[in-house]
């Protein structure tokens, strides 16, 4: 079974690799899939986000990163992909999450959304959160992979 697991991953957090970890051993192949919308305005563009991911990630036999644009139920549709998966924290995500699998839903009917909890110490992070700390100077150790951290304070640290 193929799942997709879509999101901005701008910038990936430990709380997206965890997710990855996981979804991957319950499928046959998980394709991280970065959303090319720039009307986010992103602070990475897409190319380093797709970067980001593949480095932390290093090379895994069942694990694929690209990047779509247009609709995520179209893109699905396109890699044969069965479901999407998306982490959740806590019940401020669910509203949107749930808006959004009852459009994926309507869209391309035999498409499912799974939803997988994060793992508790991540359920305070987000990737708004790194790129706040990061834009100020503070500490992002711990809350991204330490591969790419240089790259986000490089990017974002205000000097
Ligand atoms: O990590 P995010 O920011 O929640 O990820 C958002 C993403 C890329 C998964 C979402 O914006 C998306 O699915 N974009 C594609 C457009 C789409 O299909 N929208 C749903 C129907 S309106």
């Avoid at 799974?114 to 809350?143: H, W």
């Amino acid at each position: 079974m193929i799942l997709v697991y879509p999101g901005s991953f701008d910038p990936v957090t430990n709380g997206h690799l965890d997710i990855i970890e996981r979804a991957a051993c319950i499928c046959d192949k998980l394709i991280v899939a970065v959303g090319n919308n720039e009307s986010k305005r992103p602070a990475f563009t897409v190319e380093e986000r797709v970067e980001m991911i593949r480095e932390s990630i290093g090379e895994r036999e069942n694990i694929e990163v690209t990047s779509f644009t247009g609709l995520l139920a179209d893109f699905a549709k396109k890699v044969g992909a069965r479901a999407v998966i998306k982490g959740l924290r806590a019940m401020s995500d669910f509203e949107y999450e749930f808006q959004m699998a009852l459009l994926n839903k309507k869209l391309e009917p035999e498409l499912e959304t799974l939803f997988m909890m994060t793992s508790v110490q991540y359920s305070f992070l987000s990737s708004s959160a790194v790129k706040e700390i990061a834009r100020n100077g503070g500490c992002i150790d711990g809350l991204v992979p330490d591969c790419i951290k240089d790259r986000i304070e490089g990017k974002l640290t205000c000097r």
